[in-house]
């Protein structure tokens, strides 16, 4: 009575809560604590292992005879030793292990892998000289995810400005049944969180038969959901406009497209490109949000690290630095276009460096 239990998606969270005084305890099957718990010396062991848990492993129901190669492989595994051997070499070779394969309980080999883990284990956590050097050996998963965080923002960020530019346009400008449909997809696109979205995307649409893969998934879940935040941004400079320019080209004798393509839309991309630039900035930080989907980004690459180092805050540091260091040049590169758009700090015979191609 009267006990909390909680639940963690990294068994290594649950172990560092109870060193930090913010659990009691955490109960998990003995493989786990024997690799995540019993190495670390600010937790102990209450007791031996009690209970049973069996591991299985899944398969497609359209591939029945996988099912029998991996049972007749396991099988034969158990009678020639060498699941036991396997086993014994980790550590992992306990009284039920051995009752379950009807095999004598000592292990067959001495437990050189899972002491080979143990001492580096203990190197870790001898100063910031030895995480160091455990750090250098995650490069090229930080690097890999470095790349996939800017393909998919950026991608990502080019579906959201272009659908956001046209719903832009239908809510504003756009005949029954547009405006309501643009106006429908904005409030709801916007009033769910992300990561729900996200996860109806991946996990959800393959019930209605419609399968993505996790790159495709993650770029349309973030674009479709920024495309809702860019449209309003679109408006608000669209309508910042004065009505008078529309009807001073219309004058000149242009029509309601031209009007908009040479007098309007230049205009209002100059208003809303820094709102725009923080969109950017945003998505790129919300991109973290595709490690739900299996993708190994930075945040990913960061989950990894830590649950293989026992260590969350020297990746975090380094992941979020790099984080920083991804998003300054686009920064820049918004700046020196605010400055190359901008009317007045250019003389009256200068033309703008950044040429649009929509019209003077």
């Excluded at 080999?109 to 203990?122: G, H, I, K, V």
């Amino acid at each position: 009575p009267h006990v909390q239990v909680k639940s963690y998606a990294e068994e290594i969270n649950a172990y560092n809560d109870v060193a930090n005084c913010r659990l009691y305890g955490v109960l998990l099957d003995y493989p786990i604590a024997k690799y995540y718990a019993a190495p670390n010396p600010a937790l102990e062991f209450t007791g031996p292992p009690f209970g049973k848990i069996t591991y299985g492993i899944a398969v497609s129901r359209s591939r029945p005879e996988l099912v029998q190669q991996i049972n007749a492989a396991l099988a034969e595994m158990v009678k020639c030793g060498e699941l036991r051997d396997i086993l014994s070499r980790w550590g992992l070779w306990t009284p039920t292990m051995a009752d379950a394969l009807h095999q004598q309980a000592e292990p067959s080999l001495p437990d050189t892998e899972y002491r080979a883990f143990a001492a580096q284990f203990e190197e870790e956590q001898g100063g910031i000289v030895g995480r160091l050097r455990k750090y250098a050996v995650y490069w090229p998963v930080i690097l890999q995810g470095c790349v996939l965080t800017l393909e998919i923002s950026v991608l990502s960020m080019a579906l959201a400005i272009g659908l956001g530019f046209l719903l832009a346009l239908m809510r504003v400008y756009g005949p029954f049944p547009l405006k309501p449909i643009a106006i429908l997809y904005i409030e709801i696109v916007r009033g769910t969180p992300l990561l729900v979205q996200l996860l109806i995307l991946f996990y959800g649409l393959p019930h209605v038969g419609i399968k993505l893969d996790p790159f495709l998934a993650g770029m349309l879940g973030l674009g479709l959901n920024y495309a809702a935040y860019e449209a309003e941004n679109y408006r608000a400079g669209l309508l910042a406009i004065p009505k008078g320019q529309m009807e001073a080209a219309r004058a000149l004798g242009m029509t309601h497209f031209q009007g908009l393509r040479h007098v309007v839309v230049p205009q209002a991309f100059r208003l809303v490109l820094p709102p725009v630039t923080n969109d950017f900035i945003s998505l790129l930080k919300d991109s973290s949000l595709v490690s739900a989907v299996t993708l190994i980004d930075l945040t990913g690459a960061y989950t990894r690290i830590a649950t293989q180092t026992f260590d969350y805050f020297g990746p975090g540091l380094l992941i979020a630095a790099i984080y920083l260091l991804i998003g300054l040049p686009f920064v820049r590169l918004t700046g020196w276009l605010e400055k190359s758009l901008s009317t007045d700090r250019r003389t009256p015979d200068q033309k703008p460096s950044f040429w649009l191609g929509l019209g003077a």
